[in-house]
């Protein structure tokens, strides 16, 4: 079955760029239509960061949409995820979704992502 | 977009129903039937429980059911057990072409 990994760095500086993948596995990328991020900061609610189509087009959040790259690398079968600008306020740990009609039916385990000098 | 509320934590006795509510607005919650239901154990990823407002995924227990009146859309867990104690997110579809989670609601079977 599809299984969902997210990967990066787990420590990245104040005013930095926080890069993450999720690599699709047993399973192609182009088989779902759309793809998602979504964080939670510790102790905290769910938030979702934006979803990318299989072949492009994302929409993000309004209030990252600034700061926010999402894309899609069909020959490597994963979705990135890039956040510029990073303050304390990003630290969260960081899952990666398959969309399915207007929820997410598959989740990755998660990566943890925390923001200092 | 705001956060869809919720209460912070209903409970439960095992055997007994509960019901967690999720309320936003026109733009969200009352604008479409694109609510769905997460459930999240400790240190677990979210799991679909709900979509759609009352849809079941294949191998969801059909004690879980949802529903929506206006702009408040609910999630009732029946026979309430053990297993069910967990965080519950609500999410929503909105006119911004993106999505906003509820809260959170912190269920406890006594």
């Known amino acids: 079955q599809v299984q969902l990994q997210e990967s990066g760095p787990g420590l990245v500086k104040p005013s930095g760029t926080l890069s993450l993948t999720c690599a699709v596995s047993s399973g192609s990328i182009s088989s779902s239509n759309w793809w998602s991020w979504v964080r939670q900061a510790p102790g905290k609610g769910l938030e979702w960061i934006g979803q990318i189509y299989q072949s492009g087009g994302p929409n993000y959040s309004p209030s990252l949409k600034s700061r926010v790259t999402i894309s899609v690398d069909k020959s490597e079968n994963q979705l990135s995820l890039n956040l510029s600008s990073v303050t304390a306020a990003d630290t969260a740990i960081y899952y990666c979704a398959r969309n399915w009609g207007k929820g997410f039916d598959l989740w990755g385990q998660g990566t943890m992502v925390i923001v200092s000098s | 977009q705001s956060a869809l509320t919720q209460p912070a934590s209903v409970s439960g006795s095992p055997g007994q129903s509960i019901t967690i509510s999720c309320t936003g607005t026109t733009s969200d919650v009352g604008g479409y039937n694109f609510v769905s239901w997460y459930q999240q154990h400790p240190g677990k990823a979210p799991k679909l429980m709900i979509y759609?407002?009352?849809n079941r995924p294949s191998g969801v227990s059909d004690r879980f059911s949802g529903s929506k009146s206006g702009n408040t859309a609910s999630l009732t867990i029946s026979g309430l057990q053990a297993e069910d104690e967990a965080d519950y997110y609500c999410?929503?579809?909105?006119?911004?072409?993106?999505?906003?989670f509820g809260t959170g609601t912190k269920v406890t079977v006594l």
């Open positions: 999410s929503s579809y909105t006119n911004t072409i993106s999505y906003v």
């Open positions: 759609d407002v009352s």
